[in-house]
């Protein structure tokens, strides 16, 4: 039984890392794929870490049977050669997800891939009856797993996908829209940052962590460049009126990040929700009659705040999708929650005229 190891415990199993040192005393890093037998062969990788785990992932897998292959084995490969492709938000989300769908379809009997049926994913749903909108992130996870492992990728299996035609649990959609009185309430108890953080989200309807990753050299020219982190998409802001008003101010005493916390750096996501709740606590506890509307707002809302002001001042769908950088007219329509208001048609006044 060989010995358990101590280093590099980030690498997968049967990959390795050797250093080469140079004259200078520098040295770089190699990796290698361990065969396995009793010669301790190993084939080299490569330096670059990310190549490398995609040529171990390759060679991991060519020494297992078609039919001898997991969801494990091919979970372990999508985790390490499709997950650093995304944004880092969506990355970390998979990294949970996967973690579910591992312990379901792995533990001590992992599940052979092509044994996997429609009845296993209906199974997964009721295991996880207590999480539904995540069981169905999951199997969404699951369904492109299987995606990379058909004929024209990976080339794993010929089946068609088990999910197909299996019924998801059902969702709700959100449905909050932070009215003005709201906005303004949750204001008053705003710190200069938050408070700056907020008209900024709501001026250009952008993510919570694409208005925080704002940085000075994205102004230029009156003209603030978004890249999306989800989607990569570019949008250019023309800044006046009130953007003008906060970027100019906030200008004066920024060095890298438009948005900082008190020691001058990147305000994270994870600190602006805790400023935002602290925020809604406080608001709460002095209107308390508002609690049942306050408590459902979240930063993320006002996204879909700016989106629906916009549809509704314009009355175009267009302008929305503009506005919220969407490429599908569809998704547009779920950040749209409200509607135009409908005028009454004013016939006891018509009939009096024509009296």
Partial sequence: MGRKPTTNLNLPKGMRARKRYRKDGTFTIHYFYDVGDKKRTEIPLGKDYHTALKKWADLDMSQIPKTGITFVNVALR?????????????????????????????????????????????????????????????????????????????????????????????????????????????????????????DIAYLIGQRPADVLKIQVHHIHDNILTIKQNKTNARLRFAISGSLKNIIDRRLETASVYLLCNSRGKQLTVNAMEKRFAKMR????????????????????????????????????????????GHTDKKMTQVYIRREPTIQPLDVLDKKKDKK
């Fill in 78 to 198: 999508y985790k390490n050669e499709v997950m650093p492709t995304k944004a880092p938000k969506t990355a970390r989300e998979n990294q949970y997800q996967l973690e579910n769908l591992m312990t379901f379809f792995g533990g001590d009997n992992p599940a052979p891939l092509e044994a996997i049926e429609p009845q296993h994913i209906k199974e997964y749903l009721r295991w996880r009856s207590n999480a539904p909108v995540a069981a169905n992130r999951e199997l969404a996870l699951f369904s492109h797993i299987w995606t990379m492992c058909s004929d024209e990728h990976w080339g794993y299996t010929s089946l068609p996908c088990p999910k197909k035609g299996v019924k998801l649990n059902k969702e709700t959609p959100r449905e909050v829209y932070v009215e003005d009185y709201l906005y303004d309430i949750l204001y008053q108890f705003a710190d200069p940052t938050m408070k700056d953080a907020m």
């Fill in 281 to 324: 606590a406080a608001a709460i506890a002095q209107y308390p009659e508002l609690e049942s509307e306050l408590v459902e707002c979240q930063f993320r809302d006002l996204r879909a705040k700016s989106g629906t002001d916009v549809y509704l001042s314009a009355e175009s769908m267009e302008a929305a999708q503009k506005q919220l």
